[in-house]
Nanobody, 121 residues
Framework: QVQLVESGGGLVQAGGSLRLSCAAS????????MGWFRQAPGKEREFVAG????????YYADSAKGRFTISRDNAKNTVYLQMNSLKPEDTALYYC??????????????WGKGTLVTVSS
């Protein structure tokens, strides 16, 4: 069992930056791949960024490439999402997720409750 708690969301102006954090507890953090997903009102949850067991193996949705950076610190049991050049369309509830295998389609094993990111025009 893994518990995930996101933080760092908030209101930011377009073009600004936010850094989301996801603190994990429970099972050994390093055995899980980690991902960030988001869901906007009226839309389906979508993949944003993922990182496999090695911090060097990262993956991004097209919408995130060049703007977002996912990272993990296994020593701190924490995964981050640095978001730069934010756009209003980035507004969503951002979820942290952990999985035993990479599944960027959204079939992860554990989910946080989300942190809200609102980007104003």
């Amino acid at each position: 069992q893994v518990q995930l708690v996101e933080s760092g969301g908030g209101l930011v102006q377009a073009g600004g930056s936010l850094r989301l954090s996801c603190a994990a507890s429970g099972r050994t953090f390093s055995v899980y791949v980690m991902g960030w997903f988001r869901q906007a009102p009226g839309k389906e949850r979508e993949f944003v960024a993922g990182v496999r067991w090695s911090p060097a193996n990262t993956y991004y949705a097209d919408s995130a490439k060049g703007r977002f950076t996912i990272s993990r610190d296994n020593a701190k049991n924490t995964v981050y999402l640095q978001m730069n050049s934010l756009k209003p369309e980035d507004t969503a509830l951002y979820y942290c997720a952990a999985g035993r295998v990479p599944n960027w389609g959204g079939t992860m094993d554990y989910w946080g409750k989300g942190t809200l990111v609102t980007v104003s025009s």
